[in-house]
């Protein structure tokens, strides 16, 4: 569900598959909707995160984003990408 802008996302070990945190993306597989999908999220985009059970974690500071300019289908920089 998308809240002001933002997506919390849920990617613990039983919730993803393929997780890689890279330099520049985060990538992973998830199920939506009995679907399973890949995910590439830019890490500039990333707010925070944390560790619910702990309830601690790291926020990061990330520019507001303007509205974007779609050209077709593909999806301009700090969008959340879904691929089949």
């Known amino acids: 569900y998308v809240t002001n ?3 919390v996302l849920n990617i613990s070990p039983t919730a993803c598959d393929s997780l890689q ?3 520049d993306v ?3 597989k998830a199920r939506f909707a009995g679907k399973v999908e890949s995910i590439s ?3 500039d985009r990333v707010k ?3 560790i619910r059970e702990e309830g601690y974690g790291m926020r990061f500071d990330v520019e ?3 509205k974007p300019k779609m ?3 593909q ?3 700090g969008f959340v990408k879904v691929e089949d």
């Open 5 to 7: 802008n933002e997506i």
């Open 21 to 23: 945190l890279g330099n």
């Open 26 to 28: 985060i990538t992973f």
């Open 41 to 43: 999220i830019p890490v």
């Open 48 to 50: 925070a995160i944390f």
């Open 64 to 66: 507001p984003m303007k």
């Open 71 to 73: 050209s077709g289908d």
């Open 75 to 77: 999806p301009k920089r």
